[in-house]
C-alpha cells in the first residue's frame, strides 16, 4: 500500500490581511483600521490507502510546521515520556496536513469509526482543499497571539480542544459543502461528545478563529463567523425556535464574544464590535461598538453609541466597556 509522501511545495498563498507574525509587538498596536481589514459585505499509526499526496502549499505554513517540529523536539527533551506521543502525532510526519489528519483521527476514532479510516477520509480531504489547511495556520498564529495560556504552536495544536474542534468542524463542513451530510453530521457529533464543543456542519466559519477554552460552544447550522474572531466558551451562536431557514446569526469580521453569551435569530454582529460576557443578543449590533446586558444594550446609547478604536477580538479586552458605563453597578 503507498503511503502519502511529502512532496515540494508548488504555489504560495495571499499574506492574510492582518499579521500573526510571533515576532511582531503585542496586539497593542493593533490601531483600529477598518476598511483595509474587513472583508466586502487506537494510538499507533494507522495503516492508510492513502496515495494522495500531502503537500503544504504555503510557505509561511512550511515554516511554521518547521517551528512546530523544533518545539516538538524540545518538549521531549525536557519530558521524554513525552516522546512516543510527539513522535507519532508530529515528528514521524511529514507535514501539517498528515499531522491534521492523524491527530483528528485518534480523538475521534472509536471501536466504531476506526481512527485508520477517519486518517485515510481526513487527509485525503486536506490535500484536495489546501484553503483548509492555510485557515488551520491563520488559527494557530491566532490562538498564539491572542491567548497567553498558550505556550508553543505545538501545545495548541495537540491540547487545545477549541482549537482541535474548529479544524474538525472545517473538515465536517467540507463534507457538508460535498453533500456528504450524513458523514458530516456523525464527525460533528463525535466532536460534540469529545469536546463539548457542537458546531453544526452547515456552519461557515471563517480563518484565524480563536475558541478560547471553548467548553459549552454551540454554533447553529446558518451561522456565519467571518474572519479574526475570538470567542470564549459557553457562547451559544443559535436560533430563537420561531424561524427555518436562514435563522442564525452572522458574526463579522474582528468580533469578540464574551464567555456565556447568547445570540440568537439571524441577526448581524457588526465587524469590530465586541459582546460582553453574559449578554443575550436579539437585535442587530453595529460595528465599532459593545454591547452588554440581558438583553443587550450598546454602551453609550442607540443614538450615540462608543466606538472602538482597537479591533477587539485581536486586544481581547473584556472589560474597558464597565468604566465607559456610566449606569454600572456592582
Keep these: 500500500m503507498a503511503p502519502c509522501i511529502h512532496s515540494t511545495r508548488t504555489e504560495t498563498s495571499q499574506a492574510n490581511p492582518i499579521s500573526c507574525d510571533p515576532k511582531r509587538s503585542q496586539i497593542d498596536d493593533n490601531v483600529f483600521d477598518y476598511m483595509k481589514f474587513c472583508r466586502p ?17 504555503d510557505e509561511d505554513g512550511d515554516d511554521l510546521w518547521l517551528i512546530m517540529k523544533g518545539e516538538a523536539k524540545s518538549d521531549i527533551e525536557q519530558e521524554p515520556i513525552l516522546y512516543t506521543y510527539y513522535f507519532s502525532s508530529i515528528l514521524s510526519r511529514d507535514s501539517l496536513s498528515s499531522a491534521l489528519a492523524y491527530h483528528l483521527s485518534v480523538k ?3 471501536s466504531s469509526l476506526p481512527s485508520g479510516i477517519l486518517y485515510d477520509l481526513f487527509l485525503g480531504l486536506l490535500v484536495e482543499d489546501q484553503e483548509i489547511i492555510r485557515a488551520v495556520q491563520d488559527d494557530l498564529k491566532a490562538v498564539k497571539e491572542r491567548d497567553p495560556a498558550c505556550i508553543s504552536y505545538v501545545h495548541c495544536f495537540l491540547n ?24 458530516a453530521l456523525v464527525i460533528q457529533n463525535r466532536v ?22 471553548a467548553t459549552g460552544v454551540v454554533i447553529g447550522e446558518t451561522a456565519v463567523i467571518g474572519d479574526n474572531v ?28 464574551g464567555a456565556g453569551t ?37 454602551v453609550g446609547g442607540q443614538e450615540n453609541p ?25
Excluded at 499509526?45 to 502549499?57: F, N, S, Y
Excluded at 441577526?267 to 446586558?293: F, H, N, Q, Y
Excluded at 472589560?319 to 456610566?326: D, R
Design 306 to 330: 462608543i466606538k472602538l478604536d482597537k479591533i477587539p477580538s485581536l486586544t481581547m479586552d473584556h472589560t474597558s466597556h464597565i468604566s465607559e458605563s456610566p449606569d454600572y453597578v456592582i
Design 160 to 183: 487545545f480542544k477549541g482549537f482541535i474542534a474548529c479544524q474538525a468542524h472545517r473538515v465536517a463542513h467540507k463534507l457538508w459543502s460535498e453533500r456528504r451530510k450524513t458523514l
Design 41 to 57: 459585505i487506537a494510538q499507533s499509526q494507522p495503516k492508510t490507502v492513502c496515495t494522495r499526496t500531502a503537500v503544504d502549499l
Design 230 to 257: 475570538s470567542i470564549l466558551h459557553h457562547v451559544t451562536l443559535g436560533g430563537t425556535g420561531k424561524d427555518s431557514g436562514d435563522r442564525h446569526p452572522k458574526i463579522g469580521d474582528g468580533v469578540l464574544i
Design 108 to 110: 475521534l476514532g472509536n
Design 192 to 213: 460534540s461528545e469529545v469536546f463539548a464543543v457542537d458546531i453544526h456542519p452547515g456552519a461557515k466559519i471563517g480563518r484565524g478563529i480563536l475558541f478560547d477554552h
Design 262 to 298: 447568547c445570540v440568537l435569530g439571524n441577526v448581524r454582529i457588526g465587524d469590530g464590535a465586541k459582546v460582553g460576557a453574559g449578554s443575550v443578543v436579539l437585535k442587530e449590533v453595529p460595528p465599532r461598538t459593545t454591547a452588554v446586558g440581558n438583553p443587550a444594550r450598546l
